[in-house]
């Protein structure tokens, strides 16, 4: 499974970016697919996740604010986030990842994720 990011980049507090991860070479048709993120000098956040068939969850820090959702393209899986009213807090290098589904809502805990992204930076001043 490849999973690629892009999308992130510089913005003023207040503004808006979409991020973007295109998942390839997965063969099972019921998933997970969730943001992450990492601040220098911090631990892994879950930020938000999706199933297959559109169910969602959201930590509570950026509930309102921002948004996931998936399409598909050409049979390619495409993950976004779109992240309005940005803090400085909300800096950080965002991840994308996926596993095969189980059980229950999208999880947000980065151990029960076996695909990861490569991330992309996002910077709020």
Same mark, same amino acid.
Request: net charge positive.
């Given at each position: /499974?490849?999973? /690629? #990011?892009? @999308?992130?980049? !510089? /913005?003023?507090? &207040?503004?808006?970016?979409?991020?973007?991860?295109?998942?390839? +070479?997965?063969?099972?048709? !019921?998933?997970?697919?969730? %943001?992450?993120?990492? $601040?220098? @000098?911090?631990?892994? #956040?879950? /930020? $938000? $996740?999706?199933?297959e068939v559109g169910a969602t969850t959201y930590a509570d820090s950026v509930?309102?604010?921002? *948004?996931?959702?998936? &399409?598909?393209?050409?049979?390619?899986? *495409?993950?976004?986030?779109?992240?309005? !009213?940005l803090k400085p807090e909300d800096a950080?290098?965002?991840?994308? $990842?996926?596993?095969?589904?189980?059980? +229950?809502?999208?999880?947000? *805990?980065?151990?029960?994720?076996?695909? %990861? &992204?490569? &991330?992309?930076? =996002?910077? =709020? !001043?």
């Open positions: /499974v490849q999973l /690629v #990011e892009s @999308g992130g980049g !510089s /913005v003023q507090a &207040g503004g808006s970016l979409r991020l973007s991860c295109a998942a390839s +070479g997965y063969t099972y048709s !019921s998933y997970y697919m969730g %943001w992450f993120r990492q $601040a220098p @000098g911090k631990g892994s #956040e879950g /930020v $938000a $996740a999706i199933d509930k309102g604010r921002f *948004t996931i959702s998936k &399409g598909t393209t050409n049979t390619k899986q *495409t993950l976004y986030l779109q992240m309005d !009213s950080a290098t965002y991840y994308c $990842a996926m596993r095969p589904l189980i059980s +229950g809502a999208p999880p947000l *805990t980065s151990a029960q994720y076996t695909f %990861w &992204g490569q &991330g992309t930076q =996002v910077t =709020v !001043s």
